[in-house]
């Protein structure tokens, strides 16, 4: 019966299996177009005390190969308001994200590729925000 449930875990995959990684419409979907690996949610704590997060480059996380990639990290409002304009609705989930978007393709400076199921590639860019709206928690 062990082996059942370690063989059944393996094969669901670890966000399946472990409740601790907080899963999010983005989650494995945001890769790097210069190296290939996926972007991971980072928070930074501002002076204000205010939770700011952001996506980054796994391999800019870990330095694993060299000096490590380059790439620019995608702020999650931006994340989450240039897919709120692609699918047409302002609160989507996981599931309106997976039905209509394959991936997204970041690291470009303010730029962000969505590359749809249909084979389509559309490119959205955003701009910085000041001030409350650049804090906001989702």
Known sequence: EVQDEIERRRNAGSLECNWKIAKSPFTSKVICRGCGRTFRRKNNRQKNGKMYYKWTCGERIDRRRGSGCTSSS?????????????????DFTAEDFDASIDHSLGGSY??????????????????????EEKCQEK
């Open 74 to 90: 995608i702020p999650e409002w931006a994340l989450y308001s240039l897919t709120a304009e692609i699918l047409g609705k302002e």
């Open 110 to 131: 303010h730029e962000l590729t969505f590359v749809m199921k249909d084979g389509r590639e559309i490119i959205k860019k955003w701009k910085n925000q000041k001030g």
